[in-house]
């Protein structure tokens, strides 16, 4: 019994604990979207790929740390939903990515699978995903507003915990927009 109960502990501590209250991981640590970039790529680079500079950066990934439970706050794209539910989607760092405007490079596009489904009451919801983040550059098919697009990924996160965004802010959800860019 003493040592099922230490395995427990041991186990809980190791992956966290989901907080009833929010539904996110306790202790996950709160990651800017600066940090899946390289610290050279300016945010600009990462809101007009190919257009801001002639250096290709996007593919750079800089988040390795695979095994620590995260928290990364951006917009849903869906890639998979039904009705107003939410299986599975892109987290894009600005309302509009994709459908408004250019794609985020790479690096700035996170694929989430949630581990349960969420429910998107409205266009460009900000969401904050919990859980593991793994570096990888893949692809995924998504239907948008005028037709198919195949968007190419750097991270994805698997059984990610989803929940409306509170409180934390990443600076570059403000910052890095079709609109704000225009603005500078």
């Given at each position: 019994?003493?040592?099922?109960?230490?395995?427990?502990?041991?186990?809980?501590?190791?992956?966290?604990?989901?907080?009833?209250?929010?539904?996110?991981?306790?202790?996950?640590?709160?990651?800017?979207?600066?940090?899946?970039?390289?610290?050279?790529?300016?945010?600009?680079?990462?809101?007009?790929?190919?257009?801001?500079?002639?250096?290709?950066?996007?593919?750079?990934?800089?988040?390795?740390?695979?095994?620590?439970?995260v928290e990364?706050?951006?917009?849903?794209?869906p890639v998979?939903?039904?009705?107003?539910?939410?299986?599975?989607?892109?987290?894009?760092?600005?309302?509009?990515?994709?459908?408004?405007?250019?794609?985020?490079?790479?690096?700035?596009?996170?694929?989430?699978?949630?581990?349960?489904?969420?429910?998107?009451?409205?266009?460009?919801?900000?969401?904050?995903?919990?859980?593991?983040?793994?570096?990888?550059?893949?692809?995924?098919?998504?239907?948008?507003?005028?037709?198919?697009?195949?968007?190419?990924?750097?991270?994805?996160?698997?059984?990610?915990?989803?929940?409306?965004?509170?409180?934390?802010?990443?600076?570059?959800?403000?910052?890095?927009?079709?609109l704000g860019?225009?603005?500078?």
């Open positions: 019994m003493r040592r099922a109960l230490f395995l427990l502990k041991f186990t809980t501590m190791m992956i966290g604990t989901v907080c009833p209250a929010s539904g996110v991981f306790a202790g996950a640590q709160p990651v800017l979207w600066s940090a899946l970039r390289p610290a050279d790529q300016s945010r600009l680079d990462a809101a007009l790929p190919g257009m801001a500079s002639s250096r290709p950066q996007g593919e750079t990934l800089a988040w390795r740390d695979e095994a620590r439970t990364l706050t951006g917009f849903i794209l998979d939903q039904d009705g107003e539910n939410v299986y599975e989607f892109m987290l894009v760092p600005w309302a509009g990515a994709c459908s408004h405007s250019a794609a985020p490079p790479p690096n700035q596009l996170v694929h989430v699978v949630a581990a349960e489904p969420f429910h998107l009451s409205r266009v460009y919801e900000v969401v904050t995903v919990t859980g593991n983040l793994r570096p990888g550059l893949d692809k995924t098919q998504l239907f948008i507003m005028d037709g198919v697009r195949v968007l190419d990924y750097g991270y994805s996160m698997s059984q990610a915990q989803v929940a409306k965004a509170t409180g934390f802010v990443d600076p570059d959800l403000k910052t890095v927009s079709p860019v225009l603005a500078r």
